[in-house]
């Protein structure tokens, strides 16, 4: 089976998550909520969005891999989130005129990753 066709069915929802990340970074506008008011909440959101989806590819990987191949799971779940993030923020600072790349809102990404981590390492105690 090709390799690309075995990662779409090892991590569906991983690639959703990220797919979600990219369509909310890009979306010209956002309509207002009740949170709007809440101080930081665009920071509070980067860090539950990028900290839930290195949670769920932890939790995939672990659903699909017996024994960890730690250079894999961090290259993917940290390296390439915090990428991901940095990519998302020099996008909408250069190829979009309704947001702005922020460095605060690229270092919540970071402290997401971190977290979502921290809670992957939980769930891999857990499991043994």
């Not at 390439?80 to 990404?109: H, K, N, P, V």
């Not at 997401?112 to 105690?125: D, F, I, Q, R, Y």
């Amino acid at each position: 089976m090709h390799f690309s066709v075995r990662f779409v069915r090892k991590y569906p929802l991983s690639l959703l998550c990220i797919l979600l990340i990219w369509v909310l970074s890009l979306t010209p506008f956002f309509p207002e909520t009740p949170f709007d008011d809440v101080q930081f909440i665009d920071k509070w959101t980067h860090l539950v969005m990028y900290g839930g989806t290195c949670s769920v590819i932890w939790f995939e990987y672990l659903r699909h891999h017996k024994v960890i191949e730690w250079r894999k799971v961090l290259l993917l779940a940290v390296v390439g989130m915090i990428l991901l993030g940095g990519l998302m923020e020099l996008l909408q600072a250069y190829c979009t005129t309704t947001r702005s790349g922020e460095w605060l809102d690229f270092w919540a990404d970071i402290v997401g990753v971190l977290l979502g981590n921290a809670v992957g390492l939980l769930m891999k105690s857990l499991r043994s």
